[in-house]
């Protein structure tokens, strides 16, 4: 191998070899001439298996996520974007502000050089978008047939905002329930990839981090009951969750949900119900009913937030069901998804 | 599904299904009835997608690595177990102890949940041994064929202990280079089970939690330079780093070198070097000369660390090479490993 003196990684027609796995030379090279310079900064230069960070003495949040999505690569992301945007939401969550990121890589033998560093390069970006940084990681390679392509893990950390505490269990009747946009867009735009599904839309995924938006609102209202970003299962497992960690019901109205039409005609074509598709840069809250108006208004002042909307209330229900009310007065149970709708979509 | 009222998971005949990764009833089911259960504390009981706890001011160290071992079961150990001694070690190698460990899943479909609950039962026992705690964590689940039975994420965080900084770039000409136990058990043990490789042996793996033994190191020497776990690419690798990143060589006394006699007979069978070899229970320490004989006598009051040794001294070379001087006075340089030794060791 060559990582001292030789022939540098052909990021134009190498693929990814077992070496670079073994915790070789090749390894080290890979670390040397791909994720060192992408992620530049210091704690990671230090080449430590660990990185070390001074933290104040405060409440700290933990998330982890492997990704897994296929296609790696898809209108409005990849999965080194996701990987970041993801974990930053699930930090955010609990009303902290995400500081440092762990990535670890399962790679594929044969993956080209050429979509790691595409993938890495992406991670860079939202990461250096997001202010948080990629302090430590791990690459390991598996035989072909082994794995697929590529499957990033992330581990993020957090320092959680004082005075705020939001949690699943804590929803009580009355509560608003609010969604900062439109439901599916992500779902719909990766199985317009699909292999065997794929069909013309111009849907891309709403893959972002939210945590300034989370900021912001935790600003209005610091006593935000509950928040969750509705990925796998969609919004239907989120509040389902949600009702089931508190002990209540809620009763959605089905014209106040917000879809964009063209998730919602893909899922009339599909047969799938928008409600249950992956979202990657939508937030739920639970907020009291009196507050709603003002983080309503400052979910509309953020890019990211400006389709929000009221969609329902929390209501005693010894059954926590979710339903949904529809425009002349019937109501529906929103259930969680039976099976799986469509798998690896983070 | 059935998570709130049917049929329960069936570890003895029960199998990983794509619905288990898809985020609705049947994920819930699996962490309901496997994953809470097992790793049972307060903060992963809360349910949220992320653990949050109070933390002092302090330097806090971070590690990640995947595991993607094959086999999944060895003499000695699993893949769980391993997933978390190997975590607890990375961020005890910095002088932390560890505290907390996320713990991420990408179970292939068709895994037995036999399987999964083993190595889950495992990665629980070796938290509790270890004294760190499982707070959250994510299960993907990918289409037979894409992955291989389970990889595992973890990622840690413990407290660095006042006053105590080591790091790979801190060697010193001078410096005694000491290795806690056996070298390269764990790659033999591995190695038995391959298909196609296998042979009798009674090596075990060394798989095991480090950071006690790390304790009383510091406890006898603050200024421990460089602590580090030889594991992917053996002691080998694990010296030529900490010499290239220090910016000095090293000279070892062959004779000094601690191998398992079934070890170094199953290496000469196997034309293999066991200085390449991975070790997943070891760590190599660069102290102050004068310090030697006490950190040695601290370790040899470890079970861990009976067989430990001083190995050889660090040396001034511009070169960087790590040398071994045979019993005869000659020496050869102990170079990084050019391939790929074996694949999946870890």
Not at 16 to 39: D, M, S, W, Y
Not at 119 to 143: F, P
Not at 163 to 180: F, L, N, R, T, W
Request: hydrophobic share 45%.
């Amino acid at each position: 191998m060559t990582a001292r003196r030789g022939r540098r990684l052909d990021f134009e027609h190498g693929l990814v070899e077992l070496t670079h796995g073994g915790g070789g030379r090749a390894t080290t090279q890979l670390i040397e001439e791909l994720f060192l310079p992408a992620f530049h900064n210091d704690l990671l230069a230090t080449r430590n298996d660990q990185a070390v960070m001074h933290m104040p003495a405060c409440e700290m949040a933990m998330s982890t996520d492997c990704f897994v999505v296929s296609p790696l690569f898809f209108p409005g992301g990849d999965i080194g974007a996701m990987a970041v945007h993801g974990t930053v939401n699930d930090v955010a969550m609990s009303g902290a502000m995400p500081l440092y990121i762990s990535a670890a890589f399962i790679l594929e033998e044969g993956l080209p050089l050429h979509d790691l560093r595409r993938i890495v390069l992406s991670m860079a970006e939202a990461a250096q978008d997001a202010g948080v940084r990629i302090v430590t990681g791990d690459t390991k390679v598996v035989e072909r047939g082994k794995g697929d392509g590529v499957f990033i893990n992330t581990t993020g950390i957090g320092i959680r905002m004082p005075g705020v505490a939001p949690s699943v269990e804590k929803a009580q009747p009355g509560d608003a329930v609010i969604v900062s946009g439109t439901l599916g867009d992500h779902g719909i735009a990766i199985l317009s990839q699909r292999e065997g599904i794929g069909f013309e839309t111009d849907v891309i995924s709403d893959c972002a981090s939210l945590h300034r938006m989370v900021a912001s609102l935790i600003e209005t209202c610091p006593h935000v009951r509950a928040m969750r970003d509705p990925t796998r299962g969609g919004l239907a497992a989120t509040l389902n969750e949600i009702a089931e960690a508190s002990g209540v019901g809620m009763i959605l109205n089905e014209s106040a949900l917000p879809f964009d039409p063209q998730v919602e005609a893909a899922c009339e074509l599909l047969g799938l119900d928008p409600l249950h598709m992956a979202n990657e840069g939508k937030l739920v809250a639970i907020v009291p009913f009196d507050a709603a108006e003002d983080v309503l208004e400052a979910l509309h002042a953020d890019p990211l937030g400006r389709r929000a909307a009221l969609i329902g209330r929390v209501v005693e229900d010894p059954r926590h069901f979710v339903q949904i009310q529809g425009d002349f007065g019937g109501t529906r149970v929103l259930d969680w998804l039976a099976g799986e709708q469509l798998p690896r979509i983070c």
